[in-house]
């Protein structure tokens, strides 16, 4: 018989101690892992958080979307961007690239939308503005325009280095015109000033027809009309006898104004300018239609005397007016055709030419050292595209007397 098996005897302290190691082993076994930390919502606070190389301290949770958190921390507001945080942040957050993906591309459809509004408004707004502005401009270019620039008469002109209207006449497309064959100068000039100065009352550009004008004329004078109908003259070899009446005698330009208050003027399109044929007389529609268009008087420049009749055109212009004048045309013609240079040359005394004056250059601020420029009726071959110059001391020589229009819309 094998003898009993014996143990060593272990100390009761021992014994004690491997039990409680036993007793906590099996009650670390038993409690359940820590749990994950709590979801972050708005109003929640933490100690810190950091994004990237910046740290937030002391923060407090304001708003929470899909993309961002707005955030209160010690130094002030912050907005973070979920996308930039620490998963374990992100999913606190309950951050989902998804989600965060769709709202971005709402915000942008939002964005495109208040945009496409915003512009819209603008235009509405802009459009409102225009309305506004022009009827404005028509009130105060009475007062600001003509009253004032009548006031100016008689004073010290503001001599600049120079005024030129001829930009401002191509862009409305009031381009040069040639009057042909017919002494129709003066009807010519008034036309001139008149439609640059409608155009900037009413805000629309016209050209109106010198035709009309011509024929309205010879009716305000009693002139004969000189339409097919009522010349009667034999014609042998194309010369018209001498029983006849020349085909145009020549205007002044106050009896052009005159006609052009009594019986209006319509569209150039609907009387066109014939040059070299004769006159018919207008339909009556065509008078009543000429008639509703525009409401216009005249001014005679004043001044004793021709200095005195620059200055004014010198206010005139600076007021962007341009001022029709008669005036004594060199003999030669043809010396001035290439250059439109009037300075010195021999004037006829006996006829005259009238042209509007649209504009100036001057050296030193002083009026005897002054080039006007000039808008002329023989089309846009004769001096520098239509256009002529004339000194201060041609026109303080030969300078007639200028007219300035009042014009309205009826």
Same mark, same amino acid.
């Given at each position: 018989m094998s003898p009993a098996r014996t143990h060593p005897l272990i100390p009761l302290a021992v014994i +004690?101690?491997?039990?409680?190691?036993?007793?906590?082993? /099996? =009650?670390?076994? #038993? @409690?359940?892992?820590?749990?994950?930390?709590?979801?972050?919502?708005? +109003?929640?606070?933490?100690? /810190?958080?950091?994004?990237?190389?910046? @740290?937030? @301290? #002391?923060? &407090?949770?304001r708003t929470?979307?899909?993309? @961002?958190?707005?955030?209160?921390?010690?130094?002030?507001?912050?907005? =973070? &961007?979920?996308?930039?945080? /620490?998963?374990?942040?992100?999913?606190?957050?309950?951050?989902?690239?998804?989600a965060a993906a769709a709202e971005a591309e709402k915000q942008k459809a939002a964005a495109a939308a208040a945009a496409k509004l915003r512009q819209e408004q603008l235009a509405a707004q802009k459009k409102a503005n225009a309305v506004q502005l022009v009827a404005q401009a028509r009130e105060s270019k009475k007062e600001n325009t003509l009253d004032v620039l009548l006031r100016t008469f008689g004073s010290e002109p503001d001599i600049r280095a120079g005024i030129d209207l001829r930009p401002r006449y191509n862009e409305l497309g009031l381009w040069i015109k040639n009057q042909g064959a017919r002494s129709s100068c003066a009807i010519f000039a008034i036309v001139s000033a008149l439609e640059l100065q409608a155009a900037e009352i009413t805000g629309h550009p016209q050209r109106y027809s010198e035709e009309y004008l011509q024929w309205a004329t010879r009716k305000t004078l009693n002139r004969p009309a000189f339409t097919p109908q009522s010349v009667k003259a034999t014609v042998a070899g194309g010369i018209i006898s001498a029983e006849a009446p020349p085909p145009d005698e020549g205007?002044?330009?106050?009896?052009v104004v005159t006609a052009l208050r009594a019986y209006g003027i319509p569209?150039?399109?609907?009387?066109?300018?014939r040059s070299s044929d004769?006159?018919?007389?207008?339909?009556?529609?065509?008078?009543?239609?000429? &008639?509703?268009?525009?409401?216009?008087?005249?001014?005679?420049? $004043?001044?004793?005397?021709?200095?005195?009749?620059?200055?004014?055109?010198?206010?005139?212009?600076?007021?962007?007016? $341009?001022?029709?004048?008669?005036?004594?045309?060199?003999v030669e013609n043809a010396g001035i055709y290439k250059t439109g240079y009037l300075d010195k040359q021999r004037t006829n005394q006996d006829g005259g030419h009238a042209v509007t004056i649209v504009g100036y250059k001057s050296t030193g601020g002083r009026l005897e050292n002054t080039v006007f420029i000039f808008k002329n009726s023989y089309g846009t071959r004769w001096g520098i595209d239509g256009y +002529?110059?004339?000194?201060?001391?041609?026109?303080?020589?030969?300078? /007639?007397?200028g007219v300035l229009l009042d014009i309205s819309e009826k």
């Open positions: +004690g101690t491997f039990a409680l190691c036993a007793i906590a082993v /099996s =009650l670390r076994a #038993q @409690t359940p892992d820590t749990p994950a930390p709590a979801p972050l919502v708005a +109003g929640a606070t933490l100690d /810190s958080i950091t994004v990237g190389q910046i @740290t937030y @301290t #002391q923060v &407090r949770i929470i979307s899909a993309q @961002t958190a707005m955030i209160q921390h010690a130094g002030g507001i912050a907005s =973070l &961007r979920l996308r930039d945080l /620490s998963p374990d942040l992100q999913q606190r957050f309950g951050y989902n690239p998804d205007f002044r330009l106050l009896d569209e150039r399109e609907r009387v066109p300018y004769l006159i018919d007389d207008p339909s009556e529609e065509i008078i009543q239609e000429a &008639r509703t268009k525009l409401q216009v008087a005249c001014h005679i420049l $004043p001044g004793k005397t021709q200095p005195d009749i620059l200055a004014n055109i010198i206010h005139a212009l600076n007021a962007g007016v $341009p001022v029709p004048i008669g005036m004594s045309w060199p +002529g110059t004339a000194t201060y001391a041609f026109l303080e020589e030969n300078l /007639s007397y």
